[in-house]
């Protein structure tokens, strides 16, 4: 595990990588990008390394970025925090990322998959709009779709690509049924605006993938030693040449990850259900989970 520095628009933006350079050829890339007021190592523990586990079997080289103050400009309209009120170029940062990692870490670009939290997650969403050449697929952990008058890229140009979501129906920060969030929520986190709820999001970019047939549903398997508080709801999106949007509702969940380690109480349960790497890496041929 290495942290890096690289120069992106007059400043020295930081990432960690995990994964050996001389690792085998051609790997995937996982860029991850953390919530609100965390950096890359506090979202690293925050996630238990979870989502470390494909650069541990040499599937893919895993990076985790570091927001501009704890933040990620991410687009939305009405957010007042750092990187937004400086319009901080992180989609340059990410490009300068995954250039620099392409070359020494022998990555094949056409492999690349963003995965985000809350904040991040929303960064997600703004580059699978904006630069889609960039990003493989996407995945969006707690964070809906803004409606399109708070989220100027929403007139970005159909670009498919496979979008996988995770949403707890019991999130208090981003809820589940969408709109305008608490004023709690609004206030600590110094952000605005209205959403989509979760299957509309998710409806959102089945359409943007020319879906049209309905999504099919199918609730999960328990997993031995779970405390039973939450079940995992998954919903498919798909379509015979299309990319697929699949959807991962938590019920009873919160603004959590779901996996071997569990968020604060205060952001609600904590699936353990599902492990979200796992569902990434399967989701995106990135290895076979045990």
């Known amino acids: 595990m290495e942290r890096e520095s690289i120069e992106v628009g007059g400043r020295t933006r930081t990432y960690t990588v995990v994964g050996p350079m001389d690792g085998k050829p051609s790997r995937a890339l996982v860029l991850v990008f953390h919530g609100s007021r965390q950096n890359g190592a506090k979202h690293r523990k925050f996630t238990g390394g979870v989502f470390d586990a494909p650069a541990d079997d040499g599937g893919a080289v895993v990076v985790y970025l570091d927001g501009h103050r704890g933040h990620w400009n991410d687009a939305r309209r009405h957010s007042s925090f750092a990187a937004r009120k400086e319009n901080i170029d992180d989609v340059a940062f990410t490009r300068s990322v995954i250039g620099r990692l392409t ?42 779709m803004p409606v399109p008058e708070d989220f100027p890229p929403a007139d970005a140009p159909p670009a498919p690509m496979p979008v996988m979501l995770i949403h707890g129906t019991k999130d208090p920060i981003i809820r589940y049924e969408g709109g305008e969030m608490s004023w709690w929520v609004r206030t600590l986190f110094r952000v605005g605006g209205r959403s989509l709820s979760v299957p509309r999001t998710a409806a959102y970019f089945a359409a943007r993938n020319g879906i049209t047939g309905e999504p099919v549903s199918v609730s999960l398997p328990k997993r031995a030693g779970s405390d039973g508080r939450t079940w995992v709801e998954r919903t498919d999106h798909r379509q015979p040449e299309r990319p697929p949007v699949v959807l991962y509702t938590v019920h009873g969940g919160g603004h959590t990850i779901p996996g071997p380690a569990k968020g604060p109480a205060v952001i609600g349960r904590t699936s353990q259900d599902v492990n979200t790497a796992d569902l990434i890496a399967a989701f995106f041929g990135i290895r076979t989970p045990a």
Request: hydrophobic share 45%.
């Open 103 to 144: 070359d020494s870490h022998h990555i094949d670009p056409r492999r690349v998959f963003a995965v985000g939290y809350s904040n991040g997650g929303q960064m997600v969403m703004r580059l699978a709009h904006e630069t889609p050449e960039l990003v493989a697929g996407a995945v969006v952990i707690a964070a809906t």
